[in-house]
DNA sequence: TATGCACCCTCTAGTCGCTAGAGGGTCAAG
DNA sequence: CTTGACCCTCTAGCGACTAGAGGGTGCATA
């Protein structure tokens, strides 16, 4: 029933601001609203959908490009879904790479904090460990 | 003994980029060179040392303010390295956080793709868990 | 009616940490 | 003396926004 949001209302509604919905229509990304006779843009519930979509998508880390995808393919209802799971499972698998790379990183630092007995800067492990073979 | 490097070996013995080393030097990381006749940068040994540390750093996910501040600590070698240890505790802090957030995005994306029965777009419960309450 | 204030507009530049390119100069080997 | 690898500066681009200047609009209240 909510017809004719202006940008702040829509904004509140996707928990988006409002320099960003602008920042998705220059893109490409929201399709360009109506505007007021003072200039106003004002969207539609159609534009609510999208936005929220976009939102949900980026909130998952897909990137832009991703949900640009992801929209053109959603919007084929009659075709095969199969390539919406390659996308969703290529985004889940660098996910997975980016945990296993942070959970390294953790575990060295986790070594280098406890090697630290606090003492002066000149025995250091902590600075020693980063200027290796000094 | 290795004295006088040019940009190329330095970055080959640091694996850096030049450009990288360039850049380190524009905002003030790595302290500019002395020039050649021909206006080449020629690094010491010192220059190797700071810049290993750098990389190192960089390497386990600090930040350049962070290298920077590392750094200045590291050259205060008769202070507490308390403040090295601060600074390392708070970084893997920051990626303990990463790491549950994406852990979590890779649960939702995980039942995002199971549900998946790879049927037409039209009721594909990947995009329909995309666009909440079309 | 005036005025204040929240909201909207466009345009430009900044963030982070590089990376890439244009358009040149230098140096050592053959 | 030429070739090719290296070096130089300067500028712009990446992703995904964010912030600010400098102005216009719309509505409620005094």
Chains 1, 2 share one sequence.
Do not use: W
């Not at 505007?35 to 897909?62: K, M, P, Q, V």
């Not at 953790?106 to 070594?111: H, I, V, W």
């Amino acid at each position: 029933m909510s017809e004719k949001l202006t940008i702040g209302k829509l904004a509140g509604a996707t928990g988006t601001k409002v320099e960003t919905i602008r920042y998705y229509e220059q893109i490409g990304l929201l399709p360009a609203p109506e505007r007021s006779a003072g200039n106003y843009r004002t969207y539609e519930d159609a534009h609510l959908r999208r936005l929220s979509f976009i939102r949900r998508a980026r909130d998952l880390g897909f990137s832009i490009d991703q949900v640009r995808e992801l929209m053109g393919l959603a919007d084929r209802r009659d075709q095969s879904c199969i390539a919406v799971d390659v996308v969703a499972n290529q985004h889940r698998d660098a996910i997975r790479r980016k945990i296993a790379d942070l959970t390294a990183l953790a575990g060295e630092l986790d070594a280098l904090i406890d090697s630290c007995s606090r003492n002066t800067v000149a025995d250091c492990r902590i600075i020693e460990a980063l200027a290796p073979s000094a």
